[in-house]
């Protein structure tokens, strides 16, 4: 199972103030590259990747977030509570016929 979209809370910790509301951890915007989303109990934590200036966790409350993710079978979402995505990284493009 993959998460597959986040929405952020209007309200966001002034570090993601530029981070959109939406993440797409499919195709995520450039601002977005390297960093990876943990789902831990009750909180979704933003982890900046090192070379990010003002670095390190974002915790935002699971409550105020909308996950999307991409499964369909009732046992996989036993597994959301401790979640850890790879390193967001920009989609590869699919090859011409």
């Not at 933003?46 to 409550?63: N, Q």
């Not at 909308?66 to 790879?86: G, I, N, V």
């Amino acid at each position: 199972m993959k998460l597959i979209s986040l929405t952020l809370p209007e309200v966001k910790p002034e570090p993601l103030r530029l981070a959109p509301r939406t993440i797409d951890l499919r195709n995520p915007v450039d601002t977005m590259l390297g960093w990876r989303v943990l789902v831990r109990g009750p909180a979704v934590i933003l982890i900046a990747p090192d070379d990010v200036p003002a670095g390190g966790g974002y915790e935002i409350a699971r409550a105020a977030c909308t996950l999307r993710w991409d499964s369909t079978t009732s046992a996989d979402y036993d597994k959301m509570a401790s979640y850890t995505s790879e390193p967001l990284v920009r989609a590869e493009p699919k090859a011409a016929p």
